[in-house]
């Protein structure tokens, strides 16, 4: 199957710090792709949907300036996670949808650790 | 997004026996799909459902798409050791649409 990858795959950063995560597929292009948030032992959570060439659309609650996303290209959407605090400690996963929109891939996930 | 109902939370079992989940919403999904994820890792597509009343396997994994659209469950046959882990439904309304997912069935299977 497509290949989807994250880097990192683990962070620690400080309080008020920025990190970035990126999401690639390999060996297909992807017009969208998922920002997903996943807190222990608890299910996945949609936080935003990212075009390709355009502006994401983030679910209710999450908020867009404080979770920048940029999808410059049709491998890559980077997640950038602004003035980081202690709560915003997460597993972060993304997938990639396939070009005909049926299947979506997702990533091994970023652990974010903020101190 | 709307979390789907997935039974039961947890199960402990032996080698060897059969296990059953399901996963329930309140509103309809074209596409049903089970997933099941790795501490640390991201989720494994398992099986797709594409049609209300598909039954469809993936070696000793069975699933159905309920006829209704609302529904599905997911067998495992002679659970093995490595079979452990969480397993996810989720709820796809459309192609190209994010996923709903349920809350997660762990599973712990001892030799």
């Known amino acids: 199957g497509a290949v989807v990858s994250q880097h990192p795959s683990r962070v620690i950063c400080k309080s008020g710090t920025s990190v970035k995560i990126e999401c690639r597929s390999l060996?297909?292009?992807?017009?969208?792709m998922f920002w997903y948030r996943q807190f222990p032992k608890k299910s996945l959570m949609l936080m935003a949907t990212?075009?390709?060439?355009?502006?994401?659309?983030?679910e209710q609650g999450v908020e867009k300036d404080k979770f920048l996303i940029n999808h410059a290209s049709l491998t890559l959407s980077t997640l950038t996670v602004t003035s980081a605090h202690p709560e915003d400690s997460s597993f972060y996963i993304c997938s990639a949808l396939t070009s005909g929109g049926e299947t979506q891939y997702f990533g091994p996930g970023t652990r974010l650790l903020v101190l | 997004g709307q979390q789907l109902n997935q039974s039961p939370q947890s199960m402990f079992i032996q080698e060897g026996e059969d296990v059953s989940m399901n996963c329930t919403s309140s509103s309809i999904f074209n596409t049903w799909l089970w997933y099941k994820q790795d501490p640390g890792e991201g989720p494994v597509l398992l099986i797709a459902?594409?049609?209300?009343?598909e039954l469809t396997s993936n070696g000793r994994l069975t699933a159905q798409f309920g006829i209704t659209r609302k529904d599905s469950f997911l067998n495992i046959s002679a659970s093995i050791p490595s079979d452990v882990g969480i397993y996810f439904c989720a709820g796809q309304r459309n192609s190209g649409y994010a996923l709903n997912f349920g809350k997660g069935t762990s599973l712990l299977v001892t030799p």
């Open positions: 459902l594409y049609k209300a009343g």
């Open positions: 990212s075009n390709e060439g355009s502006k994401a659309t983030y």
């Open positions: 060996d297909f292009q992807a017009t969208t």
